[in-house]
């Protein structure tokens, strides 16, 4: 080879690292030449590539170039794809390539050939390390070690963007997580929480941003109040700082399932740790949304080419609103915090703190401390039971995040639940339908088209309202769609409301029939075949749940009186402290009896 080949600095440094000169480059060995690029690669860490979701991919700060969908700060760290071109730009930078000129009859410098950065970009496995998060701040394994140390963490796939960091007690305890929870409390004092549990959930999105890359799923975060200005999207701002020392990527609520499906892919693709959904006017629905929450992984079309990519669900979502509303299975996978200012002009309120964000980023080394002491301390302690109820589908989120936190004395962020479902407008309209059914037909069988001929005279022109509550969910135009109708009582078969649920019956002609079914743990079980005229009495009794011991099946009743052996609350009394759902729960399962034991003694413990 020539001397000035040896003299190149880049030959030299791969010379030293693979024995040999230089990359030959040579006809028929395209596999081979890949694999040496991908050496260079895997040899230079500082390149700063990595595999992602079947993708090549690196760390960029150039956020304008990636979607404009989405809003993000200067200085946000996204993951962006990574060019054939830009491969050849890395191979030329961190190694030397070599080919036999004919006509000099010597060996010569050339750029990295195109093909050979083709070959390597379009391979659906590396060996390059995997990226699975980019986060600005500190987190946990979940062995509860924490990850500190800016850079690429080779155990996790994480990539820590941030400076230097304070340490944090290697073993903390109770009473030090008890200080980190009041600390993160007195942060947000100033809000106006309508209680308890809406504070709990706004510190309980923080510890999920931090270790959400860990987590397989977690539930949506909604910040909701009555008027405009109550601090929704600055409790939304303060948990971006926190984690990434810059405000949230934000967008606007997508306006169908469609627009949705790409701008969410385009925030999982880049890697936002957090993705504000902002100003929110309509309901929150949509199938993208339920897949997200509840699947560790989602796969997708990539935007503008043919091939599928799947990629990591790891973003909390937050969703800021005034009155906010979640229709459908949405609304069994969110938790909410509501803030009522109790003012006609919110924005004219005074604080102690006039610069909330300034003082956040100041001391932002101490709060998110804070925030990863208590998960660290409910670990080392071992993570003890504290009798809650299952939350399926966020096993893990409840044991890492949920847990801690009542461990150390908050309330529980799930009893915001109940207010989710209750305001769902589609639960409402299930509710209605129900009702006004079991009333007008009881547990007949009936097929659709006889419900809309038994309404064909109008709104209104029924007593049990069914003709009403039928119109409002099958109207198209000035008729009634047996379709539509169709539809919506076959997507909500067996949803248990009020003590009802649709069941399939038998076939009429060959069409379908449906039939109301009662659930035996609530009053329904005890009232009598319904009409017209008993109708009224009917809807107030199923908003009611009684704890009358004749009503539980013996199951019911073993279970119950298994889970109070040896304590001294009695099982009459253990009774009244549980809900038609929590008896559900039991009889289908979803709650052992191992939890309810924790359970029972929780309460025995609140008795004594």
Known sequence: MADSLSSDPRAISYQESKDVAGIKVQGGDLHSLANALEDALLIYP??????????????STIPEKINRQIRRTEDAHVIVPVTSTRLRELGCKYSAWIKYDARTRQDKHIDCPRDIADTLASRNTWRLPVLVAVLGAPTLREDGTIVKNPGYDNATGVYLHCEEWPTMPDTPSLEDAITARKLLEDLVCEFPFTDDAARATWIAALLTALIRWSLPTAPFFG???????????????????????????AMAQPKDENEARKGILAALLSGD???????????????????????????????????????????????????????????????MSRLDPGVEHPEERTFQRDDIKSYVIEHRHELVNAALTIIRAYQVAGMPACGLKPFGRFEDWSARVRAPLVWCGTADPCETRNRVESIDPEREQLGELLEAWWCKYADKEVLVRQMIDD???????????????????????????????????????????????IKRATLKQRAQAWKIEQVSIVSLVSLPQCNTENCQTIKSNTREETHTDSLYSPMIKSEIAAACSGLTIRPEEL??????????????????????????EEFDRERR
């Open 455 to 501: 309404c064909s005279s109008g709104p209104g022109g029924d007593e049990s309202n069914l003709g009403d509550v039928i119109h409002s969910i099958a109207a198209d135009g000035s008729r009634l769609s047996h379709v539509r109708l169709g539809r919506k009582i076959g997507r909500w078969e067996g949803r248990v409301c009020g003590g009802l649920r």
């Open 575 to 600: 009774l009244t402290k549980l809900s038609a759902q929590d008896i559900t729960d039991i009889e289908s399962g979803a709650m052992t009896p191992d939890q309810l034991r924790i359970w029972a």
């Open 273 to 335: 740790p957090i993705l504000l959904i902002d100003n929110i006017e309509y309901s929150i629905t949509g199938q993208v949304l339920c897949t997200i929450a509840t699947s560790k992984k989602y796969r997708d079309r990539f935007l503008g080419q043919s091939k599928m990519v799947t990629v990591s669900t790891a973003v909390t979502f937050i969703y800021t609103g005034n009155n906010l509303t979640a229709r459908g299975d949405v609304s069994t996978r969110m938790v």
């Open 223 to 249: 910040f909701d109040a009555p008027v405009m200005g109550a601090g929704k999207s600055l409790l939304a701002s303060l948990i971006g700082l926190l984690v990434n020392g810059h405000e949230p990527s």
């Open 46 to 59: 500082e390149c700063g590539i990595y595999q992602r979701g079947g993708y090549l991919v690196e760390i």
